[in-house]
């Protein structure tokens, strides 16, 4: 026998028995390959927001910017218009009588080829060959890649820092027979585990502080809403994702089986809610999955807070559904723990 090749296959063989290194090698490179192109796959074009101010014209340009499938148009008060252009909710607002007024964030990447679109449209539906035309540039909070960016990155930390925190500090001490030892001591087994949620809260503080600080430092972001609604969605966040990290310690024995277990739980999430790019790029289909998602419902809350101005009874719905989540996990994850 060729001690090479018998070295050869023992190598094999160790790699196809374990599981998490065949996920690793060949499922997530294909599940990631499958949902970037889902997301990103050319459907029909994104519809922008223009919005149109009331005057003598504004039926006129509503109807002659219908005409563009990418463009929903909406007849919205000024008002109206410059809350929404918080978060980039609105692309741009037409206005004026003589001279027609285009109000735009130019730091938003939407709004040069929405510009070139509304003009087109509107000379093309006007009597004047040349239209006179005023650019009314402004600074809307959210428009920017980087306001969308750091709530996504924040809500990911979130719930990584959570589960591993959690999760896989259980399952190791249960391998180190820690958990065995230490029930046998006068200690009240549920104060362990609450330690594991106090000391996470703590970590919490310094995580989220330093992706903000240093988002405001270099990048100029600013927290439009309220600071005590997004330091309770943060807080309700990680005991969400804590619950979850300890569902899946539960009754888990190996590392390897808890990161593979963990990772299950995670990946999706990480792809689907919206942390680099918006869940919106998914089909219609998929919504209502994604929207239920713990991690959607907290990176939503979360931009809305930094970016739109929600204060604590605009993100409630998140935070009760959140609050809702995290304790149905624990409860089950107590019901079915393993101390040994």
């Known amino acids: 026998?060729?001690?090479?090749?018998?070295?050869?296959?023992?190598?094999l063989r160790e790699f196809f028995r374990e599981p998490s290194a065949l996920f690793w090698t060949y499922g997530f490179p294909t599940l990631l390959t499958l949902a970037l192109g889902m997301a990103f796959q050319n459907p029909d074009p994104k519809q922008v927001v223009v919005a149109v101010w009331p005057g003598p014209d504004q039926q006129r340009r509503i109807d002659a910017l219908q005409a563009d499938p990418g463009i929903r148009v909406e007849a919205l008060s000024e008002e109206e218009t410059r809350r929404r252009f918080l978060g980039a909710r609105v692309t741009m607002a037409v206005s004026g009588t003589r001279d027609l007024v285009l109000t735009y964030d130019p730091r938003d990447p939407e709004a040069p080829a929405t510009r070139c679109r509304v003009l087109q449209h509107l000379r093309e539906a006007s009597s004047e060959p040349l239209l006179p035309v005023q650019d009314a540039p402004i600074e809307a909070p959210g428009a920017r890649y980087i306001d969308f960016l750091v709530p996504g990155l924040i809500g990911m930390n979130i719930l990584s820092g959570s589960m591993w925190g959690i999760g896989y500090a259980l399952v190791e001490a249960r391998k180190r027979k820690l958990?065995?030892?230490?029930?046998?001591?006068?200690?009240?087994?549920?104060?362990?585990?609450?330690s594991f949620f106090l000391a996470r809260l703590l970590f919490l503080g310094t995580e989220v502080?330093?992706?903000?600080?240093?988002?405001?430092?270099?990048f100029g972001l600013e927290v439009q809403g309220s600071w005590a609604a997004l330091v309770l969605l943060a807080a309700t966040g990680a005991m969400a994702f804590g619950g979850l990290g300890l569902l899946a310690a539960s009754r888990t024995r190996s590392t390897e089986t808890v990161a593979g277990l963990m990772n299950l739980i995670m990946l999706p999430m990480f792809v689907l809610s919206g942390v680099f790019f918006s869940a919106s790029r998914f089909p219609d289909f998929l919504?209502?999955?994604?929207?239920?998602?713990?991690?959607t419902l907290l990176n939503d809350g979360l931009r809305a807070v930094i970016n739109e101005g929600a204060g604590l009874g605009s993100v409630a719905g998140p935070l009760v559904a959140l609050a809702a989540g995290g304790w149905i996990a624990s409860v089950v994850a107590l019901r079915i723990f393993r101390w040994f």
């Open 1 to 11: 026998m060729n001690p090479l090749g018998q070295l050869i296959l023992a190598r």
């Open 179 to 194: 958990l065995k030892r230490l029930a046998a001591t006068p200690m009240r087994r549920g104060d362990f585990l609450v």
């Open 209 to 218: 502080a330093v992706i903000l600080a240093f988002a405001m430092a270099v």
């Open 287 to 295: 919504q209502p999955v994604i929207g239920v998602l713990p991690l």
